[in-house]
């Protein structure tokens, strides 16, 4: 097995290609060790210490490491925990993953929703799942989306750039009733 190894526009996260399927559908998010008892993949990488976050997408693995820690001591383990994980023939996840990541929401905007979550599914979400991330909805209030940043977004430094410049100006553009787009942890 031979896994392929990218950075991300956040220098504390690498994302890591099995070329196998990490999960069939969906994404998950494990943010803390404490998080991660339903995945034995994240599991076993959390294992490795140095480790503050796992995200699984459907061909990769986010990780990110302690401010601390060096990724010339990391990457071999982080590595080898992977490999060991695929040749256990473990699920990445026991259950099923998140299948959208999006909040739900009805009311009166609903009809903005959907417009919305349509942008993001379509043109967000597959440009940031290339630097090892997601970006899911999760509210709008009075012409303010509020979007959750996963993976290697959540404390990117480029994040709220991304954020206003990126998806703010194309939610504004496709949908008036969008005034500003606002991060939520």
Known sequence: MFIQTETTPNPATLKFLPGETVLDSGTADFPAA????????????????GVSGVFLGRDFVTV???DDQPWDHLKP???GAIM??????????EGTADQ??????DGPDSDIVVQIKELLDTRVRPAVAQDG???TF???DRGVVYLHMQGAC?????????LKMGIENLLRHYIPEVVEVRPVA
């Open 84 to 93: 060991e994980h695929f040749q256990s023939g473990a699920p990445s996840v």
């Open 100 to 105: 959208s990541g999006h909040a739900s929401h």
């Open 138 to 140: 999760h509210g709008f």
């Open 154 to 162: 959540a404390g990117c430094p480029s994040s709220t750039l991304t």
């Open 64 to 66: 990110t490491k302690a």
């Open 34 to 49: 404490d998080t991660a008892s339903k995945s034995p993949l994240a599991s076993r990488i959390f294992a490795v210490g």
């Open 77 to 79: 383990s982080i590595l």
């Open 133 to 135: 991330g997601d970006i």
